[in-house]
């Protein structure tokens, strides 16, 4: 497989990973909601890829800031054995927004 199908192939398996993160306060999963701005994969040994994912939070002061990265790591790692490092960061701009957000976590939250 060439390797511009094997990062899409890879982008497809993070992305359904990290929709089995949730915001223990909102019942939608941080992909959907909006929070993962960014997914880099780049290959590594043999048939393995690093990543590197940048995300925020819906405020600077969410409680749950020392843990919800820490679940995003936790998903990747337990879910994708073919990543070899990976990096979640939190960044701050720009500043989360409901704009964000999927139309099906917007129905989820009823923000039509």
């Known amino acids: 497989m060439d390797t511009q199908r094997r990062l899409a ?11 089995v993160v949730y915001d223990p306060e909102i019942p939608v999963n941080v992909y959907d909601l909006g929070l993962i701005y960014k997914i ?3 290959p590594a040994t043999g048939d393995k890829m690093d990543a590197a994912i940048a995300m925020s939070l819906t405020t600077v002061n969410c409680p749950m800031a020392d843990m919800i990265p820490g679940m995003v790591y936790d998903a990747l790692r337990d879910r994708i054995p073919d ?12 500043p989360w927004d409901p704009s964000r957000m999927s139309d099906d976590a917007r129905a989820i939250m009823e923000m039509f």
């Open 9 to 19: 192939a890879m982008t497809e398996r993070v992305i359904e990973a990290l929709r």
């Open 83 to 94: 990543l070899n490092e990976i990096k979640v960061s939190l960044v701050w701009d720009p």
């Open 40 to 42: 880099d994969l780049t």
